[in-house]
């Protein structure tokens, strides 16, 4: 089975279809592992936004979120350990995986779950998918802004959290959630808006294709090389961010014993 690790980098996303990625660059450099450490794996995958679900968004937005979920149980995660929120009818057909829609009230109960059950050894990993503005991120009937998820995410207990956030003006999260443990990836800089198709590029990253040395482990690193190759294919030129160093293994759990606080940022232009 191929070993996802989240790495200290960056990545990007989107509906690739065959971009031939190959080329004489150097293939990024990796960093070696932390020692492992017995914890557990917890997931929060947010569906954002309250799209018309005849939306073109609406099946690309849910096949990242229950596709992330679905990618998580896979390499392990446990079904109690994870909370799926989304809405509409593909959420409906598959109520059994689906928490609860993704309400303003809903993502702040299962933030305060997170911080109930989390311990140092635990990894944490959050995706959110939808639109957002200059200071917040859309819910399913409201909005939540980036100060206060920041602070959510902050309070969280584990030895490693990791966001990825997908929405227009992302960026902006960076530093309400910059803390030692937190590693925090986004689409776009903070002032940028995005419409790529990112977290569809990103899922493909983790599977497989950003594993550029062929050790059947994707680092972020690989992961935003491989996503930096697509836009640059495709000539976008939005501005992804990483705020975190350090190594995350999404099987094997792995605590960060280092951190470098340093924001990298890549234009995908060049």
């Known amino acids: 089975m191929l070993r996802v690790v989240l790495f200290s980098c960056l990545v990007v996303a989107v509906l690739a279809g065959g971009c031939d990625l190959a080329s004489d660059e150097e293939s990024p ?3 070696a592992a932390m020692p492992d450490v017995a914890g557990r794996r917890y997931a929060l995958i947010v569906m954002g936004g309250h799209i ?6 609406y099946p690309v937005w849910w096949d990242n979120t229950y596709g992330t979920y679905r990618d998580c149980l896979a390499w392990g995660y ?12 593909l959420a409906e057909e598959h109520s059994g995986e689906v928490f609860a829609p993704s309400t303003t009230k809903t993502i702040y109960s299962s933030l305060e779950w997170l911080t109930d059950v989390c311990i140092p050894t635990d990894l944490v990993y959050v995706l959110w998918v939808g639109h957002g503005a200059s200071h917040y991120f859309k819910t ?12 959510h995410i902050r309070g969280i207990p584990a030895g490693r959290v990791v966001g990825v956030y997908t929405p227009c003006y992302s ?6 959630a910059s803390q030692t443990n937190v590693v925090t990836v986004t689409a776009c800089g903070a002032d940028e808006e995005t419409g790529w198709g990112w977290a569809s590029e990103w899922r493909r990253a983790l599977r497989g294709d950003g594993d550029f040395n062929s050790d059947r482990t994707v680092t972020v690193t690989e992961a935003f090389e ?3 190759r697509v836009a640059v294919s ?13 190594v995350v293994d999404l099987q094997d759990i792995r605590e960060v014993l280092s951190y470098y606080g340093t924001v990298y940022s890549g234009d995908a232009g060049e």
Not at 52 to 57: F, M, S
Not at 78 to 89: I, V
């Open 226 to 228: 491989w996503t930096r």
């Open 29 to 31: 450099t990796t960093t």
């Open 234 to 246: 495709l000539g976008v030129r939005e501005t992804p961010l990483l705020d975190g160093d350090g």
């Open 52 to 57: 018309d679900t005849t939306d073109t968004k």
């Open 140 to 151: 399913y009937d409201g909005w939540i802004s980036h100060r206060t998820l920041g602070t």
């Open 78 to 89: 446990l079904p109690d350990d994870m909370r799926l929120l989304a809405y509409g009818p």
């Open 171 to 176: 960026g902006a999260i960076v530093p309400w």
